[in-house]
């Protein structure tokens, strides 16, 4: 490395860049968020009979928009909560946006092919940084998560002991609440005790022991 030449100002610009781009990229995201339900509210108010209808042409596309960010980063909450490859905010965010593409297809077409073009790709665009947001973020999280040993192993705890309780419900007898099961395992456990085989083989009472 001593006779490697080293662009240092590069160095600092990607540096740099690093530390804009997570606030630029969720910036991004929550411009084609307002952008694309503008438009979506903008084409809808022309066909709009009334003042009530002008004024939901706007608010359905902003809460559609508002609910799928919600949806898409509402697991990135808690960080207990690992999430896996094909999660559920991958799957919602793949989702809407086949009905976000429909929509604008049927919205956009008569004003030509070159509006829904357009709009198809603003809304594949944001799909696309919802994604890597999205990874990077559970990344991140599982990161901070399985550096600190305590919360690693307090978060394996914790998924054995539920593993354990599901698998004791499972075992519980159909319509059998946990208090009947209690009392009828200490019934069983003092018919154990009490009822033993006599010189015959032949059980005696309960309460009465051989002498």
Same mark, same amino acid.
């Given at each position: ?149 305590? !919360?690693?192993? $307090?978060?394996?705890? #914790? ?6 309780? %599901?698998?004791?419900? /499972? @075992? =519980? ?13 200490? !019934?069983?456990? $003092?018919?154990?005790? #009490? ?6 083989? %032949?059980?005696?009472? /309960? @309460? =009465?022991?051989?002498?």
């Amino acid at each position: 490395m001593e006779h490697t030449l080293v662009n240092h100002d590069f160095e600092r610009a990607v540096r740099q860049m690093r530390k804009v781009l997570p606030m630029l990229s969720f910036g991004l995201l929550i411009g084609t968020y307002l952008v694309s339900a503008l438009i979506m509210g903008i084409f809808h108010a022309q066909d709009a009979e009334s003042t009530g209808f002008k004024v939901a042409s706007f608010l359905v596309p902003l809460a559609i928009q508002a609910g799928r960010g919600t949806l898409v980063f509402f697991f990135q909450l808690n960080p207990a909560r690992i999430q896996s490859k094909f999660s559920f905010g991958i799957i919602a965010a793949t989702a809407l946006l086949i009905l976000s593409l429909c929509e604008a297809v049927l919205v956009m077409w008569p004003y030509g092919l070159s509006w829904t073009i357009s709009v198809s790709t603003l809304m594949l665009i944001g799909w696309v940084i919802e994604i890597m947001i999205l990874r990077e973020t559970t990344f991140a999280t599982q990161m901070e998560l399985y550096q600190n040993q305590a !919360q690693w192993q $307090e978060l394996r705890n #914790f998924y054995i002991a539920r593993n354990e309780f %599901e698998q004791f419900v /499972k @075992g =519980l007898p159909v319509g059998v609440s946990l208090p009947a099961q209690r009392e009828q395992e200490k !019934q069983n456990g $003092e018919s154990a005790i #009490f009822e033993e085989p006599g010189i015959n083989g %032949e059980h005696l009472g /309960k @309460g =009465l022991r051989p002498l």
